[in-house]
């Protein structure tokens, strides 16, 4: 069974950084791929950025590309969301997610979800 477990949110000043994890485990995840999405309080859940799982490819929402960094360390079945230069607008529940497809682009959702951690800018 697939499990996908978030760490990392807070409470950060804009402008500051955050790392989010997300350990992944119930099986191998060569050919899936990865991603992380985030819903704000009263808006629809939000794409934010994809990872195959070999790592060589990534794709990011035009708002969050330049600013956030998604990676992956394999031997650790963890991926992650480095995100620099926040802004109040990037507050939300982020969740991690998984997709046995080898597509790296645009998600609307994925086929299996972590629980969120919450991530709050203030200004």
């Known amino acids: 069974q697939v499990q996908l477990v978030e760490s990392g949110g807070g409470l950060v000043q804009a402008g500051g950084s955050l790392r989010l994890s997300c350990a992944a485990s119930?099986?191998?995840?060569?050919?899936?791929?990865m991603g992380w999405f985030r819903q704000a309080p009263g808006k629809e859940r939000q794409f934010v950025a994809a990872i195959n799982w070999s790592g060589d490819a990534t794709y990011y929402a035009d708002s969050v590309k330049g600013r956030f960094t998604v990676s992956r360390d394999s031997a650790k079945d963890t991926f992650y969301l480095q995100m620099n230069n926040l802004k109040p607008e990037d507050t939300a529940v982020y969740f991690c997610?998984?997709?046995?497809?080898?597509?790296?682009?645009?998600?609307?959702?994925?086929?299996?979800w972590g629980k969120g951690t919450l991530v709050t800018v203030s200004s």
């Open positions: 119930g099986r191998t995840f060569s050919s899936w791929t």
């Open positions: 997610a998984a997709d046995p497809s080898d597509y790296v682009g645009y998600y609307l959702g994925m086929n299996y």
